[in-house]
């Protein structure tokens, strides 16, 4: 089991310490040393007041971010959560993904998702309706120009003719497909590497408009249809992440928190096929971060580390 996070910035306002390099590099670093294996940002160019009161929160931009936090980290992977991938032309978005995943070593992956603030893609001029048939597009434009030369795309609002991206990453970064939907399981099956679904009860779901999470029933059957489809496309679903949410336990940093519950819920995602969890670290300040943040690391990742050591192997 691997474990990530989203840079804390949970609120309007937010911190102002968190908006520094200093801050941006405190807590990568930070994540680093508690053996964390994954961090990033969240996308949000142009929000709306309104949302922004009704419980949004800022965002720094999470290719600009990452660039700055690979600069001060060796081994953790820049997972963004997510990049909203009609938001941007794909030859930038792999242009991108290509320059910071040179620079940091080949440790980024490219979550995506398909959005769902109409007003942001107003904002954007970009039609909303559309958003689907553009991630398609994009998540194959994307591939083309990390793989090959000489591509030709006749886009939707784009006409790419003999188009050579150098340099081009290494290897293909990862891609990641969010949504709880069976879209997005359909999307993995055919251009992803990993499925990143979040725990969504009733109003959640409807606000961010995907299907509901709201129990391990849920994601085990969506577990369950994510392998059929990979089956039926000839992949192995043992060479695809999927990545969620510990709910048992309680919150890291909380009075309350239970490692060994919580390490108890790790084993129970692990048994369903997860292979990532998204830890919540809290927002407050700075300290605060950094301190849950090494917290988690000695309570639960390491603990786990010992547990699924040769001799005493708990978890895949």
Known sequence: MKFAFTYPMHSHPYNPEFVTGAGVAAVAAAAEAAGFDGFGFTDHPAPTQKWLDAGGHDAL???????????????????????????????????????????????????????????????????????????????????????????????????????????????????????????????????????????????????????????????RAGIDDLRRRLDEAGRDPATVDVTFSNAVGGVPGTDDFDAAAYLGGVQQLADLGVTWIQVQVPGESLARATDVIAQFGEQVIAKLAKLTSPSSRVCP
């Open 61 to 219: 931009d999470p290719f600009v971010a990452m660039g700055f936090a690979a600069a001060h980290t060796t081994t953790l992977r820049l997972i963004p959560n997510v990049v909203v991938l009609p938001y941007r032309n794909p030859f930038v978005v792999a242009k991108a993904g290509a320059t910071l995943d040179l620079l940091s070593g080949g440790r980024f992956t490219l979550a995506v998702g398909v959005g769902y603030l109409k007003r942001e893609f107003a904002a954007l001029g970009v039609n909303f309706d559309e958003r689907g048939a553009l991630v398609e597009e994009a998540l194959g434009v994307i591939r083309a120009v990390w793989t090959g030369d000489d591509i030709s795309v006749e886009g939707r609002h784009f006409t790419a003719a003999g188009i050579t991206a150098h340099p081009r990453p290494t290897a293909p970064p990862p891609i990641w497909i969010g949504g709880n939907t069976a879209a997005a399981r359909r999307r993995v099956a055919t251009h992803g590497d990993g499925w990143c679904p979040f725990p969504a009860a009733g109003v959640l779901a409807q606000t961010a408009r995907t299907d509901p999470m709201d129990s391990l029933e849920t994601l």
